[in-house]
């Protein structure tokens, strides 16, 4: 991967209609950048996936599948997907709405943790954007404070994105399409279904809410150890110390999300 400074993709233009700006980020799958849709003349935000994705044919076709799916969303707490394909040279890209803000894991780092009715805003929120989802069949898989953003709106307050449905389940393939290399999602918020490598249901995406809730009044994840295997075996297997100190009805909403049976979330 290349840094910022000399990456060879700023200043190209993809597929004639977006001029990369700037680098933004990276993740697990891939880069982000700042671009501007050339066609109408606004700025949008660009995925870039890495080349071990975009270089497997059975993947591009699952991206594809995944990125139509995402595209339907429309709810107003999720990322809205503008466009995607494959560029001339091969490339898989993701052009979604650029947002103004900054990731609810940077939140966290900046404050230590969240007051209770600030917890309940924005996971009402993601909630609300899974709701949607769910109701098409469409399972997030990778839910976590890196994929949760804080757009920055005039007057205050919290307004929440869900980023990345498009590519999440590239990054968590079902126990049946499991390859070697491949990111089982992300240890500290999976599910103890995914744990296992079974087929995923909406309650999988409950229980990283649970972590997420969790994480954001605590300050860290109820689970951390040095290896993500040992993480891992902990979803499986551990209970979570208790929340002490915060309202007996959030408690029990945090702790019901985090019941080791999907069933009883």
Known sequence: MSTAQNDP?????????????SRIGEGG???VYKARQVTVDRIVAIKVLGAHVSSDPSWVKRFHNEARAAARLDHPNTVRLIDFGQTR???LFIAMEFLQGRSLADEIVRLGKLPVNRML???????????????????????????????????????????DFSVAKLDAPD??????????????????????????TPQSDIYACGIVAYEMLTGKPP?????????VMMHLRQ???PLVGFPDPVVRLVMRAL??????R
């Open 239 to 241: 209970k979570p110390a």
């Open 9 to 21: 993709l700023v200043g190209k233009v993809l597929e004639d209609r977006f001029e990369i700006l």
């Open 121 to 163: 805003r924005v996971l009402s929120q993601v909630c609300q954007s899974l709701q949607e989802a769910h109701g098409q069949g469409i399972i997030h898989r990778d839910i976590k404070p890196d994929n949760i953003f804080l757009v920055d709106v005039k007057g205050g307050g919290d307004f929440v994105k869900v980023l």
């Open 29 to 31: 799958t891939g880069v």
């Open 223 to 231: 689970f951390e150890a040095p290896l993500p295997m040992e993480v």
């Open 89 to 91: 040279e091969g490339l």
């Open 175 to 200: 126990a049946q399409q499991t390859r070697a290399g491949t990111v089982f999602g992300t240890p500290a918020y999976m599910s103890p279904e995914q744990a296992r490598g079974v087929k995923l």
């Open 259 to 264: 019941e080791k049976q999907a069933e009883r």
